[in-house]
């Protein structure tokens, strides 16, 4: 196993239009990257979006839409290593935090002001940014990266935090706050100490379209500058955007984290075959087919047992399971073709930089636009027809079903709770626990000298003790709690849903008796 951990930098320009965090996700999978600090999401709110194969820590403004946004993108598995994330500035900065072999590891994402804007704001942006350093924890290893539109010369009294391999030959205003900021934190710029290409130092494509510039940076401290051992930019990714991506390379492998799995993620039976007559009346024989070959057990768990294999190979012969939609189902291969035409016309004109290259990017950029916001279009529309539809029907439980496809899904707000005095938030899973443990413990425990003082429990004598026979459950008692279950409920830890028991006839009523 590799002892390395791959991150990036991304300024992704924008992530508001269709298909931009597909697009993204799809050309991040193709990198070795595992974590990836990324500006100008332009999402609005401080929200977790969790999914399958990445998760996204993102922090924007809190009212207006569209404007500056940044954001953390984990890839695989990597989210299990996350034990506190803290959104420090609504359009700046913000930092996550990683459970690491030796250090714990805090990574600070920013966003700089513009070169334009005045110096007030880019004062009070480095203001920010030392006070989220400075309430960072000593014993953590702490990484500052991000869009700093910082323009580094190569200058001699700065040789302590910047190297020598550099781009520019004047520094502009931003790049010496950066230099400053850096000199007085004991930080070191590791993307201007690494000899490369021109190519792989340039990160920003100047409106020219030839002029690169290096304004985006990673910070370490001086005495941890070793363990980033190479930062490079990756030219192939393309989200449309005139950043290029940074790859960092640190010599710090995150440990795995077992996580138990209370149960199998055995996937959902397909309930619209359970509505089917003919499919009903195919598994309740392939039900009697299996019940009636087994041997009666004295064990109720064995006996449990195989009625619970019966049933599941019943089902899997005959309801099957239901296929995992996808989220995006918009998302299809048109799609895919589209912007996989458009990397292709964006190779050609990396390669060439020629007029009419440049043009066909753009032509296929378009179309690519195009293509997405139509299929976007499209689904959004069918899908409110289906809910008018189900209005109509009066289904109530379509109708809310596809009503969720239109709202935002797997978002989570960051896990948190309150300390004993309500003044200091708990981020870290473990304290938050702790936390909740202390709170019940106050709230529920009694004490247990004085109640057992004031009640003391009277022996039962020969005398009085009585003893009531419990009769066994009838037949028809049997048959009227199975057929009072409630439909539409989770199955448990065995995934037997209440309807493959009432559909399976008299043939499982019995055996369940």
Not at 22 to 33: G, R
Not at 147 to 161: F, G, M, S, T
Not at 211 to 223: A, G, K, P
Request: charged share 30%; glycine share 4%.
């Amino acid at each position: 196993m590799s002892n390395k951990l791959h991150m990036g930098i991304w300024n992704v320009k924008t992530l508001l239009k269709s298909s931009k965090m597909q697009e993204l996700v799809e050309e991040l999978a193709k990198t070795q990257l595992e974590i990836v600090a990324i500006q100008e999401t332009r999402w609005p709110g401080t929200r977790h979006i969790k999914k399958k194969d990445f998760s996204i820590y993102y922090s924007g403004t809190r009212d207006q839409i569209g404007q500056a946004g940044t954001g953390f993108i984990l890839l695989g598995r990597i989210w299990e290593n996350v034990i506190g994330f803290e959104a420090i500035n609504e359009q700046l900065c913000k930092k996550i935090r990683l459970k690491s072999k030796y250090n714990n590891l805090t990574l600070i994402n920013i966003y700089a002001p513009t070169e334009d804007k005045m110096d007030v704001e880019k004062e009070r942006f480095y203001d920010d940014l030392q006070t989220v350093l400075d309430r960072t924890p000593k014993s953590d290893t702490v990484i500052v990266l991000g869009d700093a539109n910082a323009k580094l010369r190569k200058e001699d009294i700065y040789n302590e935090v910047s190297g020598k391999h550099t781009l520019h030959k004047l520094s502009n205003r931003n790049g010496e706050m950066l230099l400053e900021f850096a000199l007085g934190n004991n930080l070191n710029i590791m993307s201007t100490q690494f000899q490369h290409k021109k190519i792989h130092k340039g990160m920003w494509l100047a409106p020219d379209q030839r002029t690169l510039n290096q304004i985006d940076h990673v910070m370490i401290s001086n005495e941890k500058k070793e363990l980033i051992e190479d930062v490079r930019t990756m030219r192939g990714p393309n989200i449309d955007s005139d950043h290029y991506l940074l790859k960092i390379t640190l010599n710090q492998k995150l440990p795995k984290i077992y996580i138990k799995k209370n149960r199998d993620c055995t996937g959902m039976w397909n309930k619209s075959n359970l509505k089917n007559l003919i499919k009903c009346l195919e598994y309740r024989r392939a039900l009697y087919t299996k019940l009636s070959k087994q041997t009666q057990q004295q064990d109720v768990e064995q006996e449990w047992e195989q009625i619970r294999m019966a049933i599941t190979e019943a089902a899997n012969k005959v309801i099957q399971k239901q296929d995992k939609k996808q989220r995006s189902e918009w998302w299809d291969k048109d799609c895919q073709l589209a912007i996989k035409r458009k990397n292709d016309a964006r190779r050609m004109w990396l390669q060439h930089k020629t007029r009419a290259s440049s043009k066909w990017y753009h032509k296929k950029r378009n179309e690519a636009n195009r293509m997405c916001a139509l299929k976007k279009k499209e689904w959004n529309n069918e899908t409110i027809r289906q809910i008018e539809e189900n209005h109509k029907k009066n289904e109530s439980r379509k109708f809310f079903s596809e009503i969720k496809k239109l709202k935002q899904q797997n978002i989570r707000f960051p896990f948190m709770c309150k300390d004993e005095k309500s003044i200091i938030i708990i981020t870290q899973t473990n304290h938050i626990l702790n936390r909740w443990k202390d709170y019940f413990r106050t709230i529920l425990n009694l004490d247990t000298d004085n109640s057992l003082s004031n009640h003391r429990i009277q022996p039962i004598t020969s005398d009085n003790q009585t003893e009531v026979e419990i009769q066994p459950p009838s037949y028809n008692e049997v048959c009227s709690i199975i057929n009072k279950l409630k439909s539409n409920k989770a199955g448990g830890t065995d995934n037997i849903i209440p309807e493959l028991v009432k559909q399976g006839g008299k043939n499982s009523e019995t055996k369940v008796i």
